[in-house]
């Protein structure tokens, strides 16, 4: 059982009978009184999102899932596909199941495949990922290390904030969790 306030985006849970994975997770607090935790909830089987609230302090049961070793391949129109690194057996997740770990899936890199029941639901990123920077503006003289940054695009369309010095070209690490760069590779 886990509490309603740790609630993080992306973890799974049931209610209900049912696995719901959170995609949002908001905290109200009112005048004297308890606050609300709101969720949005997507049905891994069904594919429906809905709204729930939640006093704060309730407790929902946190899914078991099951965690293998893969290896991400490649996608395509029906979606992204990953072989176990055990069995060699490849699985095809839907982008909507991927979500947002879309932008920092490239070739041969190695992650956690989700599977609840036998079969695959999510993908657990390393915590940082090495990205080829695509497209940035040049650096200028006067530009500083320590003022700010500037937009940049990824390999994957990733769009992130770099320092100034960085140039298009260049191997940059990615913190997966927050999308934010880390330094040079």
């Known amino acids: ?10 973890m799974y849970i049931v209610l209900n009978g049912e696995i719901y994975r959170v995609i949002d997770v908001s905290k109200h607090t009112m005048a004297r009184g308890r606050g609300i935790v709101r969720t949005k909830l997507k049905n891994i089987k069904t594919g429906l999102v809905r709204d729930e609230n939640f006093n704060s302090g309730t407790e929902v049961e946190e899914a078991t899932l ?5 290896q991400y391949l490649y996608n395509d129109s029906d979606g992204y596909y990953f072989m176990d690194m055990e069995t060699f057996e490849q699985y095809r997740l839907t982008e909507e199941e ?3 770990a879309r932008f920092y899936l490239v070739d041969n890199l190695e992650v956690m495949l989700q599977f609840y029941e036998g079969q695959p639901i999510g993908v657990v990123l390393p915590n940082a990922v090495v990205l080829t920077v ?4 040049p650096a200028f003289k006067g530009d500083t290390v320590s003022g700010g940054g500037k ?3 990824l390999e994957t369309g990733l769009k992130i904030t770099v320092p100034y010095f960085v140039e298009k070209g ?3 690490k990615v913190d997966t969790r927050t999308g934010e760069y880390i330094e040079r590779a």
């Not at 059982?1 to 992306?10: A, D, I, N």
């Not at 099951?66 to 893969?70: C, F, P, T």
């Open 134 to 137: 695509e497209d940035t503006e």
């Open 66 to 70: 099951e965690l293998r070793n893969a």
């Open 170 to 172: 260049e191997k940059i």
């Open 1 to 10: 059982m886990v509490e309603v306030g740790s609630l993080r985006k992306g």
């Open 151 to 153: 937009p940049a695009v």
């Open 98 to 100: 991927i979500g947002d």
